[in-house]
């Protein structure tokens, strides 16, 4: 059975700092891997999707890599901005076509100190 | 585009109720996705389908039915509300599986 482990679970930085979500999943075998944020109260917003195949992906300030070996993955937030508040979740998915499971992690609860 | 909607946003039933919870979404997605989102775990997936007319089982389906009857709606029911289905239920899309998923701002739904 996929887990997904995310850690910390909660992170306060100071504005203008860079840093390091993680995420780990045991099973190796995966579709791909997406991270979102999810402000209080409110729905999930697509930040990266990172297929199987590839080794990281870029937008903006974030950048997340995939190391499936490991069964890791990390979204790097350069610069940190109070607007960064969040929680950050991971997802894994297996399957394919008909097929579909996906994991969430429980996410990394970030805040930005201005 | 609107993206993903769903309807209503909050709903108060009691144990025994029924109910129907509404996805809609308007990017011409193939794939539409249910998860509940509970404290202390991560969302979990309860039904999905693949394209219209099909439907399947996710990780905690029992309790929930659904119907794509349309490509653009996806529905959720719950025939016998229960206390445990207390949640916050969240409809996604993707054009295909290995696409990027969006979500719907979701619905609190209480069952006393």
């Known amino acids: 059975k996929q887990e997904v482990t995310q850690i910390p679970a909660a992170l306060s930085v100071p504005e203008g700092e860079n840093l390091v979500l993680n995420c780990s999943f045991t099973?190796?075998?995966?579709?791909?891997l997406q991270w979102f944020r999810q402000d209080p109260g409110k729905g999930l917003t697509s930040l990266l999707l990172?297929?199987?195949?590839?080794r990281e992906q870029t937008s903006g300030r974030l950048n997340a890599s995939l190391d499936k070996s490991s069964g890791r993955s990390t979204l790097y937030i350069a610069a940190s901005q109070p607007g960064d508040s969040a929680t950050y979740l991971c997802?894994?998915?297996?399957?394919?076509?008909?097929?579909?499971?996906?994991?969430f992690g429980i996410g990394t609860k970030l805040q930005v100190i201005p | 585009n609107a993206g993903v909607t769903q309807t209503p946003k909050f709903r108060v039933l009691k144990t025994g109720q029924s109910m129907t919870l509404l996805c809609a979404q308007d990017?011409?997605?193939?794939?539409m996705y249910w998860y509940r989102q509970d404290p202390g775990m991560g969302l979990r997936l309860i039904h999905y389908s693949v394209g219209e007319g099909t439907t399947a089982k996710g990780e905690v389906p029992d309790g929930y039915n659904v119907s794509r009857l349309k490509k653009q709606n996806f529905l959720l029911g719950l025939e016998s509300a229960a206390p445990s289905q207390t949640s916050v239920y969240f409809c996604a899309s993707s054009f295909e599986g290995g696409n990027e998923q969006f979500f719907g701002p979701g619905t609190r739904l209480t069952v006393l």
């Open positions: 990017m011409n997605h193939e794939y």
């Open positions: 990172i297929q199987s195949s590839q």
């Open positions: 997802a894994v998915k297996i399957g394919g076509g008909g097929y579909q499971k996906v994991t």
């Open positions: 099973d190796s075998a995966i579709y791909n």
